[in-house]
């Protein structure tokens, strides 16, 4: 196992398929970039059986971001009367060839193979300046452009912080999720402010050096996101502040809660709708994301699946669904669409009239900050979810380290 590894990737197998107790396990093979086809072929083999025992290592993405091979999760298993065509596969190591009963096997035996080249659990964060900006000083001055121009300034002193703690992680002597950087500026006016950055933390001495825009803006000092959010905007830009308010909570929040009755609108073809989900999933990290929506509505996101070739059920079966969408909650008798950053005493909470969907007409837009106790008062009790909204598990303390703080305000 390679170090410093999250402590919720583990390689324990994925669910069984098959008989009870029979030791069965789907393994999903990664295809090469170029495969014509997301999934290229499902291949059922025949175990137990008498024959070639092969002995093979896979590379599975951990759930953690699709990190590089450094980090990933690698587990042996056995494949029975292995087709030398699989040989080639380059995330495929054989270890050995042995003849016997496979059912003496010490690894765990693959009843099914299906090769793919596509992920729905990579987070693909991306903050967007040239959208409408979150972050605005008391003067009404836009912050976002402000705080990026303070992060070039100092760039190069916090890469080298970074390439620092990738070194003492190689050691076993560092890890996080993600490392924090926090600049300091001054806007126009005079008054003063601190930006949050982050970015994810890849235990990897060869990797490229890291770009601006790999940092992910999640904080401001001094701004009021309520003088930002509070009133009439188009769906575009409500989308793309909420976007970047999901970024800001993967950072500070134990949880986001996205609960939205609808995903697009009736009107969408499967393409579209398709474009949608990928949007919202592609920002929601499974381990912290609890998704809210109506049964009808995840009715359509496999519908939208099939018609993209990519049924649900057989990415279930080895593993490859979306875990935010396997995770989701149903609710049928709800029209309130809000979005909230949540902690132990804080929430930051996001609603209005939109749907998820994009376009140009207007819309309705609010911010609030309360305590826990009030929004569980005002939102979840008045929801009244059939189960309890999960314990977080992977909180916001755990996730990140400060690397870097400019030596005085700006």
Not at 129 to 137: F, I, K, N, S, T
Not at 200 to 220: E, H, N
Request: charged letters at 20%.
């Amino acid at each position: 196992m390679p170090n410093a590894l999250p402590p919720d990737c583990t390689n324990t197998p994925p669910p069984a398929i098959g008989a009870p107790g029979s030791g069965a396990f789907p393994v999903a093979l990664r295809a090469p970039s170029n495969a014509p086809d997301p999934i290229k072929q499902t291949a059922a083999i025949r175990s137990p059986d008498q024959g070639h025992a092969v002995p093979c290592r896979r590379w599975t993405p951990d759930l953690c971001g699709n990190r590089p091979p450094l980090t990933g999760c690698a587990e042996p298993f056995c494949i029975a009367n292995l087709h030398d065509v699989y040989d080639s596969f380059t995330d495929v190591t054989i270890l050995s060839r042995e003849e016997g009963n496979i059912e003496l096997a010490q690894a765990p035996v693959a009843h099914q193979v299906a090769v793919y080249n596509l992920e729905l659990n990579v987070l693909r964060l991306q903050y967007d300046y040239a959208a409408r900006p979150l972050y605005e000083c008391s003067c009404a001055k836009l912050l976002d452009q402000l705080a990026r121009q303070q992060l070039v300034e100092e760039f190069e002193e916090v890469n080298k912080q970074y390439r620092y703690r990738v070194h003492y992680a190689l050691k076993g002597r560092f890890y996080a999720e993600y490392v924090v950087a926090k600049v300091h500026f001054a806007c126009e006016c005079g008054a003063k402010h601190v930006a949050t950055y982050y970015t994810r933390f890849v235990v990897d001495d060869d990797q490229p050096p890291l770009k601006i825009d790999d940092y992910i803006l999640a904080d401001v000092s001094g701004a009021q996101l309520s003088d930002t959010l509070d009133g009439i905007r188009s769906k575009d830009d409500a989308m793309d502040l909420l976007a970047k308010l999901v970024m800001r909570w993967n950072l500070i929040a134990d949880q986001v809660l996205v609960a939205s009755p609808f995903i697009g609108h009736q009107y969408l073809s499967p393409e579209d709708q398709m474009g949608i989900w990928e949007w919202l999933l592609s920002m929601l990290d499974s381990r912290i994301a609890i998704f809210v929506t109506r049964a009808t509505t995840w009715k359509a996101y496999r519908r939208s699946m099939q018609v993209a070739g990519l049924p649900v059920d057989v990415l279930e079966q080895f593993g490859l669904e979306n875990k935010v969408v396997s995770a989701g909650q149903s609710k049928q008798d709800f029209h309130a669409k809000f979005y909230a950053g949540l902690s132990d005493s804080w929430c930051e909470v996001y609603s209005g009239s939109a749907n998820l969907v994009r376009g140009p007409s207007m819309e309705n837009t609010s911010f609030r900050s309360m305590t826990r106790e009030a929004f569980d008062r005002r939102y979840v009790a008045k929801m009244a979810f059939k189960t309890p909204l999960p314990q977080p598990e992977f909180k916001a303390a755990k996730r990140s380290l400060v690397i870097y703080q400019s030596e005085t305000a700006g």
